[in-house]
């Protein structure tokens, strides 16, 4: 176990429906990230929270819409989703935000696939 | 702005052999460098990291990396390579003197095989 649990592990979904992913860490860390994993292209920084703080929007579609209720939980709401989204999201947590003594611990991510 | 690059896709071994996979960085100040590998329906594991100090760091699974600041290079290596470690792997470098907030950029990734 990675400590960081996302749930589901594959979500598929039409372009009107509306879902959520979810992300949760029992490792007591204070910072949570969202990214996107897709073939052939490096890692993409979406959304970070510090002590349930957005500290970081790196220029995501508003169809994407994070939510942070405590530093343990971690949310990724999905609406109105194109094709060219379908990627794997990973959830990552770590002690401090870009903390150098901290690495990043990811969960197995969630496999979503847009029709 | 800081930068990592991994100049191969692909990475093929001889179970026994040692492995080298590359990486190569571009920061405005002292950079903080880490390795990671993701194995298949699986997120990222943290291998090692780069601080300061003795310029080779070992890892998990028997992997360690040499930080070389004149060639701007982190690359991974093992002695002798094993079908588990067959992967994809992933440099990532900080630069905490950056105006940036000092986040973690990943490079594109490389895949490794490792053949019986």
């Known amino acids: 176990e990675t400590g960081v649990t996302q749930t589901p592990r594959h979500l598929v979904m039409g372009m009107t429906n509306k879902k959520s992913l979810k992300c949760e860490q029992h490792?007591?860390?204070?910072?949570m990230y969202w990214y996107k994993q897709s073939a052939k292209k490096p890692l993409e920084l979406m959304f970070v929270y510090n002590f349930k703080e957005q500290t970081e929007n790196n220029s995501v579609p508003s169809r994407f819409s994070p939510e942070c209720p405590n530093s343990s939980h971690l949310f990724l709401h999905l609406h109105t989703l194109q094709p060219e989204d379908s990627a794997l999201y990973l959830c990552a947590s770590s002690q401090e935000q870009w903390g150098f003594n901290s690495p990043l611990h990811f969960g197995n991510g969630t496999r979503l696939t847009v029709t | 702005a800081q930068s990592v690059a991994q100049p191969e896709d692909q990475v093929k071994v001889a179970e026994g052999n040692p492995l080298t996979v590359k990486c190569t960085y571009s920061v405005s100040g002292n950079p903080y460098l880490f390795w990671y590998v993701q194995y298949p329906n699986r997120g990222l594991q943290f291998l090692l990291k780069y601080i300061t100090g003795d310029n080779l760091v070992k890892g998990s699974y028997g992997f360690e990396a040499e930080f070389n600041k004149s060639q701007t290079s982190f690359h991974l290596k093992k002695p002798s390579a094993l079908v588990s470690d067959s992967a994809l792997y992933f440099c990532?470098?900080?630069?905490?003197?950056?105006?940036?907030?000092?986040?973690?950029?990943f490079g594109q990734g490389t895949t490794l095989q490792v053949k019986p």
């Open positions: 990532a470098v900080r630069d905490p003197g950056s105006s940036n907030t000092g986040k973690l950029i």
């Open positions: 490792l007591g860390h204070n910072a």
